[in-house]
């Protein structure tokens, strides 16, 4: 299968000798009904994966199905998917993170082939882009909507060329988990995973999926509205941290020119008369252009400390073992 997109370097022409050790990590919340396919199916096509299931707080006995099931349980107390997120990447060793939803939507036929993004290509992330027969039943208008106007929001502000950004699917490498810093609470995480791979210019790829109903009796967590604007806010928070100068050089000019506006006929009136008959709006126009020149001067100093803390963490990243082959 071809990818649809990548960044990586000339792939090896085949699977190295020594394998990596691989670990299925799986966050749930009241998953009862689907968690056990989920792990049948990895178990089926990842014999020799440790699957680990990560518990947040259910109520529905979702831990006893995947204890019955030989995945390792682990318990994650603090709602939310970035919190699990978190977790798993701490407690959980291994160089190869495959990570997936576990609600049974996505099917795990090609997830080989997403590892050997990571363990042959050199990746540090490969996102399985969600393929779906355009049903209503398993990939609703609204969330498929917002997640190209996310994704492409994304793009125009971080550059790269995901096209599905807000994918749950995805394979990791080690240097990927242990420099992650998640610092997201719930389904926003996907955009900040993606955003770590930019910040870094780490090396991506994507590989379609297919994306499937879901299993009766299970219900979607999420919401349309409510977690499309935790996505929206987080994209924004991300872009005034990680795109400083650029964010505050368009707040500044937007505050400049918009002085200017009010500015132009005071000044045709002073130049007539002599006289400044407008105090207040003088007053308001020379406090925007004042504030233009203090948001460009932050924009400039909050550069220079995004730059190092993306030189710390760049640091980190590289401290961390590879564990490609050969």
């Known amino acids: 299968m071809t990818p649809l997109m990548s960044t990586l370097p000339q792939p090896a022409s085949t699977m190295q000798s020594s394998e990596p050790t691989i670990a299925v990590v799986l966050p749930c919340y009241n998953e009862a009904a689907c968690i056990g396919q989920v792990i049948r199916e990895f178990k089926a096509v990842l014999p020799e994966a440790v699957v680990h299931v990560f518990d947040n707080a259910s109520t529905d006995g979702t831990a006893a199905v995947a204890k019955a099931h030989g995945a390792q349980v682990h318990h994650v107390a603090l709602r939310g998917k970035g919190n699990v997120i978190r977790r798993m990447f701490a407690d959980v060793e291994a160089d190869i993170y495959v990570m997936t939803?576990?609600?049974a939507t996505y099917d795990a036929s090609n997830i080989r082939e997403m590892?050997?993004?990571?363990?042959v290509?050199?990746?540090?992330?490969?996102?399985?882009?969600r393929v779906d027969d355009g049903s209503e039943a398993n990939y609703r208008a609204g969330h498929r909507l917002g997640n190209r106007l996310l994704t492409g929001a994304a793009?125009?502000?971080f550059g790269g060329g995901f096209t599905d950004m807000l994918s749950g699917h995805r394979v990791f490498s080690r240097r990927y988990a242990k420099s992650f810093p998640a610092m997201s609470h719930g389904f926003e995480t996907e955009t900040e995973l993606t955003v770590h791979a930019l910040g870094l210019r780490m090396p991506y790829m994507e590989l379609p999926v297919a994306y499937r109903s879901r299993p009766e009796g299970s219900v979607s967590k999420l919401s349309t509205y409510r977690d499309g604007w935790r996505i929206l806010r987080t994209i924004l928070g991300l872009f005034t941290s990680e795109r400083p100068l650029v964010f505050y050089s368009l707040l500044a000019a937007v505050l400049a020119l918009t002085s200017v506006a009010l500015a132009q006929p005071l000044?045709?009136?002073y130049l007539q008369t002599g006289q400044v008959p407008r105090f207040p709006t003088a007053i308001l126009s020379t406090g925007m252009m004042i504030s233009a020149f203090l948001s460009l001067v932050c924009g400039v100093l909050l550069r220079n400390v995004t730059l190092a803390r993306q030189e710390a963490k760049r640091l980190v990243y590289l401290a961390i073992p590879s564990a490609r082959r050969g």
Do not use: F, S, W
């Open 101 to 103: 939803d576990g609600d």
């Open 115 to 119: 590892i050997e993004g990571v363990h």
């Open 121 to 129: 290509h050199g990746c540090d992330m490969v996102v399985g882009v």
């Open 155 to 157: 793009a125009l502000i």
């Open 267 to 269: 000044v045709a009136t």
